[in-house]
Nanobody, 115 residues
Framework: QVQLQESGGGLVQPGGSLRLSCAAS????????VGWYRQAPGKQRELVAS???????NYADSVKGRFTISRDNAKTSVYLQMNSLKPEDTAVYYC?????????WGQGTQVTVSS
């Protein structure tokens, strides 16, 4: 009984910022590991950032220093603050929720970085 919905994507110029949100309808949200993934046309889906139930975050090398992942367990939501955006960040961004040995995906939100 897990539903995930991403929002906050859009068109932004290089150097700009966006904040993505993932709203979860899920039991035991505070025990989960949540990740943001992205997939560009013709490429494999890749992990951008993840955050554990204890709040420890990990980032792909390509986004370190620019992106920040956070969670609000009271709101059962996770966020991805994206700063200093580059054209190569253009992709569909997906929220992934892991609880015990089960995983769930949202439908994705489009991020386009272009001048």
């Amino acid at each position: 009984q897990v539903q995930l919905q991403e929002s906050g994507g859009g068109l932004v110029q290089p150097g700009g910022s966006l904040r993505l949100s993932c709203a979860a309808s899920a039991s035991f949200f505070s025990l989960s590991v949540v990740g943001w993934y992205r997939q560009a046309p013709g490429k494999q889906r890749e992990l951008v950032a993840s955050i554990t139930s204890g709040g420890s975050a990990n980032y792909a090398d390509s986004v370190k220093g620019r992106f920040t992942i956070s969670r609000d367990n009271a709101k059962t939501s996770v966020y991805l603050q994206m700063n200093s955006l580059k054209p190569e960040d253009t992709a569909v961004y997906y929220c992934n929720y892991q609880l015990f040995n089960e995983g769930y995906w949202g439908q994705g939100t489009q991020v386009t970085v272009s001048s």
